[in-house]
């Protein structure tokens, strides 16, 4: 089975948001469901970041992985144990 995944590493075949409001940050071009409510440039900060600033592929081709970026943008609804979890996950994920 393929899985999309995303600039970030997340993968997006397991998100419940995944083509229902999200149709993944490649093709929103970072301007997520979430982004376009809470960030001020209406984008993702990790797709802004390496998409568009630094033009990879997706975080992974970033020698500074994880950044401060990711450990800032936390989901609110997740432990703190959750978020560093996550963070490894996908950082496996991009290497």
Request: charged share 25%; glycine share 4%.
């Amino acid at each position: 089975m393929n899985q999309t995944l995303s600039a970030c590493g997340l993968l997006c075949d397991k998100c419940n948001y995944f083509n229902n409001d999200c149709e993944g940050c490649y093709n929103v071009k970072g301007s997520t469901f979430w982004a376009k409510e809470i960030m001020p440039d209406k984008i993702c900060p990790l797709y802004k970041c390496s998409i568009i600033d630094r033009k990879y592929i997706n975080c992974g081709q970033c020698p500074e992985l994880p950044c401060k970026i990711f450990a800032d943008l936390k989901d609110p609804n997740i432990s703190d144990e959750q978020h560093i979890k996550s963070i490894n996950e996908r950082v496996s994920r991009l290497k």
